[in-house]
DNA sequence: GTGAAGTTATGACGATCGTCATAATCGAAA
DNA sequence: TTTCGATTATGACGATCGTCATAACTTCAC
Protein backbone atom coordinates (compact mmCIF):
# COMPACT_ATOMS: atom_id res chain seq x y z
CA UNK A 1 0.00 0.00 0.00
CA UNK A 2 1.41 3.10 -0.76
CA UNK A 3 1.63 6.02 1.86
CA UNK A 4 -2.25 6.74 2.52
CA UNK A 5 -0.33 10.42 3.55
CA UNK A 6 1.14 11.22 0.10
CA UNK A 7 -2.29 10.76 -1.50
CA UNK A 8 -4.09 12.99 1.49
CA UNK A 9 -1.49 15.48 0.60
CA UNK A 10 -1.69 15.34 -3.32
CA UNK A 11 -5.56 15.79 -2.51
CA UNK A 12 -5.17 18.52 -0.47
CA UNK A 13 -2.82 20.23 -2.43
CA UNK A 14 -5.48 20.36 -5.13
CA UNK A 15 -7.76 21.31 -3.08
CA UNK A 16 -6.42 24.47 -1.45
CA UNK A 17 -5.09 25.17 -5.23
CA UNK A 18 -8.08 25.61 -6.50
CA UNK A 19 -9.29 28.28 -4.04
CA UNK A 20 -6.64 30.29 -3.87
CA UNK A 21 -4.36 29.52 -6.50
CA UNK A 22 -0.61 27.81 -7.09
CA UNK A 23 1.28 30.71 -5.06
CA UNK A 24 -0.73 30.73 -2.48
CA UNK A 25 -0.88 26.97 -1.85
CA UNK A 26 1.73 27.02 0.79
CA UNK A 27 3.36 23.30 1.72
CA UNK A 28 2.34 24.51 5.48
CA UNK A 29 -1.02 24.73 4.51
CA UNK A 30 -1.21 21.50 2.94
CA UNK A 31 0.04 19.74 5.65
CA UNK A 32 -2.04 22.13 8.41
CA UNK A 33 -4.85 21.50 5.85
CA UNK A 34 -4.98 17.60 5.85
CA UNK A 35 -3.41 16.80 9.26
CA UNK A 36 -0.51 15.25 7.53
CA UNK A 37 3.26 15.57 9.12
CA UNK A 38 5.80 17.94 7.40
CA UNK A 39 8.35 16.22 7.98
CA UNK A 40 6.92 13.41 5.49
CA UNK A 41 7.18 16.17 2.78
CA UNK A 42 10.46 15.57 1.41
CA UNK A 43 10.14 11.95 1.38
CA UNK A 44 7.34 11.36 -0.26
CA UNK A 45 8.30 14.64 -2.55
CA UNK A 46 11.80 14.33 -3.17
CA UNK A 47 11.67 17.22 -5.57
CA UNK A 48 9.59 19.16 -3.43
CA UNK A 49 6.08 21.76 -3.78
CA UNK A 50 7.27 21.71 -7.78
CA UNK A 51 6.26 17.75 -7.30
CA UNK A 52 3.13 17.82 -5.29
CA UNK A 53 1.49 20.50 -7.91
CA UNK A 54 2.57 18.07 -10.20
CA UNK A 55 0.90 15.38 -8.94
CA UNK A 56 -2.13 17.78 -7.37
CA UNK A 57 -2.21 18.41 -11.33
CA UNK A 58 -2.87 14.75 -12.54
CA UNK A 59 -4.99 14.12 -9.51
CA UNK A 60 -6.95 16.87 -10.41
CA UNK A 61 -7.11 15.70 -14.29
CA UNK A 62 -8.22 12.18 -13.42
CA UNK A 63 -10.83 13.30 -10.74
CA UNK A 64 -12.75 14.59 -14.14
CA UNK A 65 -11.52 12.67 -16.60
CA UNK A 66 -12.63 9.28 -14.63
CA UNK A 67 -16.91 10.59 -14.44
CA UNK A 68 -16.79 12.21 -17.38
CA UNK A 69 -15.02 9.24 -19.77
CA UNK A 70 -17.88 6.55 -17.86
CA UNK A 71 -21.01 9.04 -18.10
CA UNK A 72 -19.75 9.75 -22.29
CA UNK A 73 -19.56 6.15 -23.34
CA UNK A 74 -22.77 5.07 -21.48
CA UNK A 75 -24.86 8.65 -22.69
CA UNK A 76 -23.18 10.31 -25.25
CA UNK A 77 -21.86 13.42 -26.04
CA UNK A 78 -24.88 16.09 -24.65
CA UNK A 79 -24.66 13.72 -21.41
CA UNK A 80 -20.83 13.78 -20.99
CA UNK A 81 -21.77 18.10 -21.36
CA UNK A 82 -24.19 18.22 -18.53
CA UNK A 83 -21.87 15.79 -16.35
CA UNK A 84 -19.12 17.79 -17.01
CA UNK A 85 -20.90 20.89 -16.13
CA UNK A 86 -23.01 19.48 -13.02
CA UNK A 87 -19.00 18.33 -11.81
CA UNK A 88 -17.99 21.85 -11.80
CA UNK A 89 -21.56 23.52 -10.31
CA UNK A 90 -20.96 20.75 -7.52
CA UNK A 91 -17.37 21.86 -6.56
CA UNK A 92 -18.97 25.52 -6.86
CA UNK A 93 -21.73 25.33 -4.55
CA UNK A 94 -20.41 22.97 -2.02
CA UNK A 95 -17.21 25.14 -1.74
CA UNK A 96 -20.14 28.39 -1.23
CA UNK A 97 -18.02 29.64 -5.02
CA UNK A 98 -14.55 29.61 -3.33
CA UNK A 99 -13.57 26.44 -5.02
CA UNK A 100 -12.59 26.34 -8.79
CA UNK A 101 -10.26 24.81 -10.84
CA UNK A 102 -7.04 23.71 -9.80
CA UNK A 103 -5.71 22.80 -13.41
CA UNK A 104 -6.80 26.56 -14.71
CA UNK A 105 -5.03 27.89 -11.73
CA UNK A 106 -1.77 26.41 -13.35
CA UNK A 107 -2.99 27.52 -16.64
CA UNK A 108 -3.38 30.66 -15.35
CA UNK A 109 -0.51 31.83 -12.95
CA UNK A 110 3.29 31.35 -12.96
CA UNK A 111 4.81 28.86 -10.18
CA UNK A 112 7.43 31.18 -8.54
CA UNK A 113 9.62 29.74 -6.20
CA UNK A 114 12.03 31.91 -3.93
CA UNK A 115 13.72 29.15 -2.74
CA UNK A 116 15.23 26.96 -5.42
CA UNK A 117 15.91 30.24 -7.89
CA UNK A 118 18.74 31.86 -6.12
CA UNK A 119 19.65 34.48 -9.31
CA UNK A 120 15.82 35.88 -9.10
CA UNK A 121 15.15 34.40 -13.07
CA UNK A 122 12.14 32.03 -12.52
CA UNK A 123 12.76 28.58 -13.37
CA UNK A 124 11.28 27.88 -16.85
CA UNK A 125 11.78 24.67 -16.82
CA UNK A 126 9.85 24.03 -13.95
CA UNK A 127 7.04 26.27 -15.27
CA UNK A 128 7.32 24.76 -18.65
CA UNK A 129 6.38 20.98 -17.17
CA UNK A 130 3.78 22.71 -15.60
CA UNK A 131 1.93 24.35 -18.67
CA UNK A 132 2.71 20.63 -19.92
CA UNK A 133 0.58 18.80 -17.52
CA UNK A 134 -2.29 21.64 -17.32
CA UNK A 135 -1.94 21.67 -21.50
CA UNK A 136 -2.40 17.30 -20.82
CA UNK A 137 -5.25 17.59 -18.73
CA UNK A 138 -7.51 19.84 -21.05
CA UNK A 139 -6.08 17.70 -24.19
CA UNK A 140 -7.54 14.84 -22.23
CA UNK A 141 -10.76 16.13 -21.17
CA UNK A 142 -11.01 17.36 -24.83
CA UNK A 143 -10.27 14.04 -26.39
CA UNK A 144 -13.13 12.73 -24.35
CA UNK A 145 -15.76 15.15 -26.01
CA UNK A 146 -14.08 14.60 -29.28
CA UNK A 147 -14.21 10.85 -29.32
CA UNK A 148 -18.26 10.90 -28.03
CA UNK A 149 -19.35 13.32 -31.00
CA UNK A 150 -16.99 11.29 -33.88
CA UNK A 151 -18.62 8.49 -32.44
CA UNK A 152 -22.67 10.48 -33.04
CA UNK A 153 -21.32 11.41 -36.79
CA UNK A 154 -19.46 15.03 -36.29
CA UNK A 155 -16.91 15.44 -39.10
CA UNK A 156 -13.30 15.62 -37.37
CA UNK A 157 -12.84 18.70 -37.53
CA UNK A 158 -15.66 19.79 -36.36
CA UNK A 159 -15.62 17.95 -33.42
CA UNK A 160 -12.31 19.38 -32.40
CA UNK A 161 -13.59 22.68 -32.34
CA UNK A 162 -16.46 21.67 -30.34
CA UNK A 163 -14.30 19.69 -27.67
CA UNK A 164 -12.38 22.69 -27.40
CA UNK A 165 -15.61 25.45 -26.55
CA UNK A 166 -16.95 23.01 -24.23
CA UNK A 167 -13.76 22.79 -22.43
CA UNK A 168 -12.90 26.00 -22.80
CA UNK A 169 -15.90 27.90 -22.05
CA UNK A 170 -16.59 25.53 -18.83
CA UNK A 171 -13.37 26.35 -17.57
CA UNK A 172 -13.97 29.92 -17.95
CA UNK A 173 -17.17 29.55 -16.75
CA UNK A 174 -16.15 28.35 -13.64
CA UNK A 175 -13.89 31.04 -13.23
CA UNK A 176 -16.68 33.55 -13.83
CA UNK A 177 -19.23 31.85 -11.63
CA UNK A 178 -16.51 32.55 -8.43
CA UNK A 179 -16.29 36.20 -9.21
CA UNK A 180 -19.81 36.36 -9.17
CA UNK A 181 -20.19 34.11 -5.97
CA UNK A 182 -23.03 32.84 -8.37
CA UNK A 183 -24.18 29.33 -10.66
CA UNK A 184 -26.17 31.50 -13.09
CA UNK A 185 -23.35 31.87 -15.92
CA UNK A 186 -22.73 28.22 -15.85
CA UNK A 187 -26.90 27.46 -16.30
CA UNK A 188 -26.60 30.11 -19.36
CA UNK A 189 -23.67 28.74 -20.77
CA UNK A 190 -24.76 25.02 -20.07
CA UNK A 191 -27.81 26.19 -22.08
CA UNK A 192 -25.89 27.62 -24.85
CA UNK A 193 -23.70 24.64 -25.49
CA UNK A 194 -26.47 22.02 -25.13
CA UNK A 195 -28.14 23.60 -28.19
CA UNK A 196 -24.95 24.00 -30.50
CA UNK A 197 -24.11 20.60 -29.31
CA UNK A 198 -27.75 18.77 -30.45
CA UNK A 199 -27.56 21.04 -33.71
CA UNK A 200 -24.22 20.06 -34.90
CA UNK A 201 -25.51 16.08 -34.07
CA UNK A 202 -28.60 16.69 -35.58
CA UNK A 203 -26.91 17.58 -39.10
CA UNK B 1 -1.37 66.09 -14.23
CA UNK B 2 -1.88 62.75 -12.18
CA UNK B 3 1.50 61.80 -11.76
CA UNK B 4 2.86 59.54 -14.64
CA UNK B 5 4.62 57.36 -12.09
CA UNK B 6 1.34 55.95 -10.83
CA UNK B 7 -0.19 55.03 -14.29
CA UNK B 8 2.74 53.34 -15.10
CA UNK B 9 3.02 51.21 -11.87
CA UNK B 10 -1.05 50.25 -12.64
CA UNK B 11 0.00 49.31 -15.80
CA UNK B 12 2.95 47.50 -15.06
CA UNK B 13 1.27 45.47 -11.97
CA UNK B 14 -1.73 44.32 -14.79
CA UNK B 15 0.75 43.62 -17.13
CA UNK B 16 2.91 41.36 -14.50
CA UNK B 17 -1.05 39.88 -13.18
CA UNK B 18 -1.42 38.74 -16.68
CA UNK B 19 2.02 37.12 -16.88
CA UNK B 20 2.43 35.46 -12.78
CA UNK B 21 -0.87 35.60 -11.44
CA UNK B 22 -1.69 38.14 -8.72
CA UNK B 23 0.43 36.76 -6.21
CA UNK B 24 3.69 36.24 -8.15
CA UNK B 25 3.00 39.58 -8.86
CA UNK B 26 5.21 41.50 -5.78
CA UNK B 27 5.51 45.75 -5.61
CA UNK B 28 9.18 45.34 -5.70
CA UNK B 29 8.83 43.69 -9.22
CA UNK B 30 6.30 46.28 -10.26
CA UNK B 31 8.96 48.68 -9.40
CA UNK B 32 11.92 47.23 -10.93
CA UNK B 33 9.65 46.41 -14.05
CA UNK B 34 8.44 50.04 -14.43
CA UNK B 35 11.25 51.63 -13.39
CA UNK B 36 9.38 53.87 -10.95
CA UNK B 37 10.14 54.61 -7.69
CA UNK B 38 9.79 51.79 -4.77
CA UNK B 39 9.78 55.24 -2.04
CA UNK B 40 6.49 56.27 -4.38
CA UNK B 41 4.22 53.26 -3.75
CA UNK B 42 3.05 54.06 -0.26
CA UNK B 43 2.38 57.61 -1.38
CA UNK B 44 0.31 57.01 -5.19
CA UNK B 45 -1.07 53.89 -3.55
CA UNK B 46 -2.00 54.34 0.47
CA UNK B 47 -4.02 51.31 0.90
CA UNK B 48 -1.18 49.52 -0.10
CA UNK B 49 -1.13 46.44 -3.14
CA UNK B 50 -4.92 45.76 -2.29
CA UNK B 51 -5.29 49.16 -4.10
CA UNK B 52 -2.29 48.51 -6.40
CA UNK B 53 -3.86 45.02 -7.54
CA UNK B 54 -7.83 46.80 -7.41
CA UNK B 55 -6.26 49.56 -10.28
CA UNK B 56 -4.47 46.84 -12.33
CA UNK B 57 -8.08 45.06 -12.82
CA UNK B 58 -10.11 48.62 -13.90
CA UNK B 59 -7.47 49.45 -16.10
CA UNK B 60 -7.12 45.94 -17.56
CA UNK B 61 -11.05 46.10 -17.77
CA UNK B 62 -11.25 49.76 -19.56
CA UNK B 63 -8.20 48.50 -21.91
CA UNK B 64 -10.43 45.84 -23.74
CA UNK B 65 -13.91 47.66 -23.25
CA UNK B 66 -12.84 50.94 -24.91
CA UNK B 67 -11.90 49.17 -28.27
CA UNK B 68 -14.51 46.60 -27.91
CA UNK B 69 -17.63 49.20 -26.99
CA UNK B 70 -16.23 51.41 -30.26
CA UNK B 71 -16.06 48.45 -32.77
CA UNK B 72 -19.04 46.94 -31.20
CA UNK B 73 -21.13 49.93 -32.07
CA UNK B 74 -20.02 50.53 -35.51
CA UNK B 75 -19.67 47.48 -36.80
CA UNK B 76 -22.12 45.00 -34.83
CA UNK B 77 -21.71 41.93 -32.94
CA UNK B 78 -19.49 39.77 -34.84
CA UNK B 79 -17.28 42.42 -35.55
CA UNK B 80 -17.22 42.61 -31.63
CA UNK B 81 -16.76 39.29 -30.97
CA UNK B 82 -13.82 38.93 -33.57
CA UNK B 83 -12.19 42.30 -32.15
CA UNK B 84 -12.46 40.62 -28.54
CA UNK B 85 -10.93 37.54 -29.74
CA UNK B 86 -8.11 39.48 -31.59
CA UNK B 87 -7.05 41.51 -28.56
CA UNK B 88 -6.15 38.44 -26.58
CA UNK B 89 -4.81 36.94 -29.86
CA UNK B 90 -2.41 40.06 -29.54
CA UNK B 91 -1.98 39.42 -26.10
CA UNK B 92 -0.79 36.24 -26.66
CA UNK B 93 1.44 36.10 -29.46
CA UNK B 94 3.07 39.08 -28.57
CA UNK B 95 4.43 37.97 -25.23
CA UNK B 96 5.07 34.64 -26.68
CA UNK B 97 2.23 33.30 -25.14
CA UNK B 98 3.43 34.31 -21.33
CA UNK B 99 0.76 37.36 -21.06
CA UNK B 100 -3.47 36.43 -20.18
CA UNK B 101 -5.94 37.79 -18.85
CA UNK B 102 -5.09 39.45 -15.39
CA UNK B 103 -8.74 39.57 -14.58
CA UNK B 104 -8.94 35.64 -14.99
CA UNK B 105 -6.15 36.00 -12.71
CA UNK B 106 -8.12 37.43 -9.84
CA UNK B 107 -11.08 35.22 -10.51
CA UNK B 108 -9.13 32.45 -10.06
CA UNK B 109 -6.44 33.31 -7.68
CA UNK B 110 -7.03 34.17 -3.47
CA UNK B 111 -5.44 36.97 -2.56
CA UNK B 112 -3.08 36.65 0.30
CA UNK B 113 -0.87 39.15 1.96
CA UNK B 114 1.14 38.05 5.06
CA UNK B 115 1.79 41.30 5.85
CA UNK B 116 -1.66 42.74 6.57
CA UNK B 117 -3.17 39.18 8.05
CA UNK B 118 -1.46 38.78 11.23
CA UNK B 119 -3.92 36.22 12.84
CA UNK B 120 -3.50 33.90 9.58
CA UNK B 121 -6.57 34.36 8.49
CA UNK B 122 -7.09 35.82 5.00
CA UNK B 123 -8.87 38.95 5.07
CA UNK B 124 -12.17 38.01 3.41
CA UNK B 125 -13.48 41.54 2.80
CA UNK B 126 -10.28 42.25 0.77
CA UNK B 127 -10.30 39.08 -1.54
CA UNK B 128 -14.36 39.81 -2.14
CA UNK B 129 -13.67 43.31 -3.23
CA UNK B 130 -11.33 41.98 -5.80
CA UNK B 131 -13.90 39.41 -6.86
CA UNK B 132 -16.57 42.61 -7.01
CA UNK B 133 -14.24 44.26 -9.61
CA UNK B 134 -13.01 41.40 -11.91
CA UNK B 135 -16.85 40.14 -11.79
CA UNK B 136 -17.47 43.83 -12.55
CA UNK B 137 -15.21 43.87 -15.55
CA UNK B 138 -16.54 40.79 -16.84
CA UNK B 139 -20.19 42.23 -16.42
CA UNK B 140 -19.20 45.31 -18.70
CA UNK B 141 -17.91 42.99 -21.13
CA UNK B 142 -20.94 40.79 -21.12
CA UNK B 143 -23.03 44.57 -21.13
CA UNK B 144 -21.19 45.68 -24.33
CA UNK B 145 -22.04 42.21 -26.18
CA UNK B 146 -25.62 41.99 -24.96
CA UNK B 147 -26.27 45.46 -26.24
CA UNK B 148 -24.77 44.44 -29.56
CA UNK B 149 -26.45 41.77 -30.16
CA UNK B 150 -30.30 43.16 -28.65
CA UNK B 151 -29.72 45.86 -31.18
CA UNK B 152 -29.24 43.24 -33.83
CA UNK B 153 -32.46 41.86 -32.71
CA UNK B 154 -31.88 39.09 -30.16
CA UNK B 155 -34.31 38.26 -27.78
CA UNK B 156 -33.22 39.10 -23.95
CA UNK B 157 -32.73 35.95 -22.41
CA UNK B 158 -30.90 34.66 -25.16
CA UNK B 159 -28.84 37.71 -25.57
CA UNK B 160 -27.86 37.46 -22.21
CA UNK B 161 -26.81 33.79 -22.35
CA UNK B 162 -25.03 34.05 -25.30
CA UNK B 163 -23.37 37.32 -24.12
CA UNK B 164 -22.13 34.83 -21.14
CA UNK B 165 -20.82 32.45 -23.74
CA UNK B 166 -18.95 34.59 -25.89
CA UNK B 167 -17.02 35.97 -22.84
CA UNK B 168 -16.42 32.83 -20.65
CA UNK B 169 -15.45 31.09 -23.58
CA UNK B 170 -12.74 33.47 -24.60
CA UNK B 171 -11.66 33.28 -20.95
CA UNK B 172 -11.36 30.00 -21.11
CA UNK B 173 -9.66 29.76 -24.29
CA UNK B 174 -7.28 32.52 -23.34
CA UNK B 175 -5.97 30.28 -20.60
CA UNK B 176 -5.47 27.18 -22.50
CA UNK B 177 -3.93 28.68 -25.41
CA UNK B 178 -1.23 29.83 -22.90
CA UNK B 179 -0.57 26.47 -21.18
CA UNK B 180 -0.49 24.94 -25.03
CA UNK B 181 1.45 27.57 -26.23
CA UNK B 182 -0.80 28.15 -29.39
CA UNK B 183 -2.99 30.41 -30.83
CA UNK B 184 -4.95 26.94 -31.93
CA UNK B 185 -7.73 26.71 -29.58
CA UNK B 186 -8.44 30.19 -30.22
CA UNK B 187 -9.14 30.14 -33.48
CA UNK B 188 -10.97 27.46 -33.20
CA UNK B 189 -13.33 28.61 -30.58
CA UNK B 190 -13.45 31.55 -33.31
CA UNK B 191 -15.15 30.09 -35.75
CA UNK B 192 -17.48 28.17 -33.66
CA UNK B 193 -18.77 31.37 -32.07
CA UNK B 194 -19.18 32.62 -35.04
CA UNK B 195 -21.54 29.95 -36.21
CA UNK B 196 -23.72 30.52 -33.10
CA UNK B 197 -24.31 34.32 -33.08
CA UNK B 198 -24.89 33.99 -36.97
CA UNK B 199 -27.36 31.49 -36.54
CA UNK B 200 -28.85 33.36 -33.98
CA UNK B 201 -29.08 36.86 -35.80
CA UNK B 202 -29.91 35.05 -38.81
CA UNK B 203 -33.55 33.97 -36.51
C1' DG C 1 15.11 83.17 -1.56
C1' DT C 2 11.96 80.95 1.59
C1' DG C 3 8.56 77.90 2.76
C1' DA C 4 5.45 74.33 2.10
C1' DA C 5 3.61 70.53 -0.29
C1' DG C 6 4.40 66.86 -3.30
C1' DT C 7 7.57 63.21 -4.24
C1' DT C 8 11.31 59.96 -3.71
C1' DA C 9 15.31 57.32 -1.17
C1' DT C 10 16.53 54.04 2.06
C1' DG C 11 16.62 50.82 5.53
C1' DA C 12 14.31 48.38 8.99
C1' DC C 13 10.47 45.21 10.93
C1' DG C 14 7.93 41.07 11.42
C1' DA C 15 6.22 37.52 8.95
C1' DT C 16 6.05 33.51 5.76
C1' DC C 17 8.11 30.83 2.45
C1' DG C 18 10.57 26.14 0.58
C1' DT C 19 14.27 23.45 1.76
C1' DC C 20 17.44 20.96 4.34
C1' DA C 21 19.93 18.44 8.21
C1' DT C 22 19.50 15.96 12.12
C1' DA C 23 17.40 13.18 15.32
C1' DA C 24 13.62 10.56 16.98
C1' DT C 25 10.14 7.01 16.17
C1' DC C 26 7.88 3.21 14.01
C1' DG C 27 7.35 -1.52 11.61
C1' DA C 28 8.40 -5.63 10.40
C1' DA C 29 11.81 -9.10 8.92
C1' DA C 30 15.77 -11.75 11.08
C1' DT D 1 14.57 -9.11 20.56
C1' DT D 2 17.51 -6.95 17.66
C1' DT D 3 18.23 -4.55 13.63
C1' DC D 4 17.51 -1.91 9.69
C1' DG D 5 14.84 0.81 6.54
C1' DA D 6 10.85 3.67 6.12
C1' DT D 7 8.58 7.43 8.16
C1' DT D 8 8.05 11.47 11.07
C1' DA D 9 9.55 15.51 14.32
C1' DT D 10 11.79 19.67 14.79
C1' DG D 11 14.37 23.58 14.19
C1' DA D 12 17.33 26.20 11.44
C1' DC D 13 18.81 28.75 7.00
C1' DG D 14 18.50 32.17 3.52
C1' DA D 15 15.44 34.46 0.94
C1' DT D 16 11.42 37.42 -0.28
C1' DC D 17 7.42 39.59 1.01
C1' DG D 18 4.32 44.14 2.20
C1' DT D 19 4.54 47.85 5.15
C1' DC D 20 6.21 51.58 7.61
C1' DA D 21 9.15 55.50 9.47
C1' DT D 22 12.35 58.76 8.52
C1' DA D 23 14.96 61.73 5.86
C1' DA D 24 16.20 63.73 1.51
C1' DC D 25 15.09 65.77 -2.69
C1' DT D 26 11.98 68.54 -6.03
C1' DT D 27 8.83 72.04 -7.49
C1' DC D 28 6.77 76.17 -7.46
C1' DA D 29 3.77 79.79 -5.43
C1' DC D 30 4.74 83.78 -2.69
Same mark, same amino acid.
Given at each position: ????????M????????S???????????V?????????????H?????? *???? =? +?VV?? !??????PL? $? /???S?G??A?????????R?????????A?C?V?????? *???? =? +????? !???D??A?? $? /????A???????Q?I?????????????R????????????????????????A?P?E?V??????????????
Amino acid at each position: MTSDTRAKMVAGAADLMSRRGVNATSMREVVRHTATPRGSISHHFPRGKQ *QLIE =D +AVVFA !GRQVSGPLE $H /LVQSRGAIAGLRTFIALWRQTLEKSKFQAGCPVLAVAVE *QYVN =D +ATEKD !GAPDEAAQQ $H /LLDLADGVFADWQRIMFTALRREGVAPARARRLAALVIASTEGTVAMCRAARSAQPLEDVRQELELVLSSALAK
